[in-house]
């Protein structure tokens, strides 16, 4: 039976379908099984198919990630380009967000938390990444951060959404 049901929905999975669409189209190969139970052969893998192959499978297993995407967002607008996006200005958006203290870390930063926990060695490390802590007085998650040029294109692309333009 697990066999049958993974020739069906690894595939599936692996085209980006949901496992809940594979379960629905083909109810007589998953009759009687429960969906946490097919999540569960995907995690223990019984199935070729991971569940990182899950559309969504991070977001909804790690909401903190799905929060760090939507402060990302605040500095890189949804619908505009990354392109023309220099390594420095990413390295500076990033220190911006990893400086940005957050009541679920305590008030602490992540850049903060992740020098308490790896020390010399990750501070050495942010530095070989050109990440660096910002005082809390100058953190800005606004897409002014990377200049006019992006500014620009962010403004353009939040007028579209609301269809202003």
């Known amino acids: ?85 220099t390594q420095e200005q990413i390295n500076l958006a990033l220190s911006h967000l990893n400086s940005y203290s957050r009541e679920s870390l305590g008030g602490k930063t992540p850049y903060d938390l992740f020098i308490e926990k790896y020390g010399v060695q990750g501070k050495t490390f942010l530095d070989a990444i050109n990440i660096v802590r910002i005082p809390s007085n100058q953190v800005t998650l606004h897409s002014f951060l990377l200049g006019q040029k992006y500014q620009r294109a962010a403004d353009k692309a939040i007028l579209k959404k609301n269809g202003v333009i």
């Open 1 to 85: 039976m697990v066999e049958a049901m993974n020739e069906i929905i690894s595939p599936a999975l692996k085209k980006g379908q949901s496992a809940i669409a594979v379960i629905r189209a083909n109810p007589d190969t998953f009759k009687g099984v429960a969906k946490s139970t097919l999540y569960g052969y995907i995690r223990d893998g019984l199935f070729t198919s991971k569940g990182c192959d899950m559309p969504f499978a991070g977001t909804r297993r790690k909401p903190h990630i799905e929060r760090f995407h939507n402060e990302l967002r605040r500095i890189l607008q949804k619908g505009t380009s990354f392109d023309s996006l």
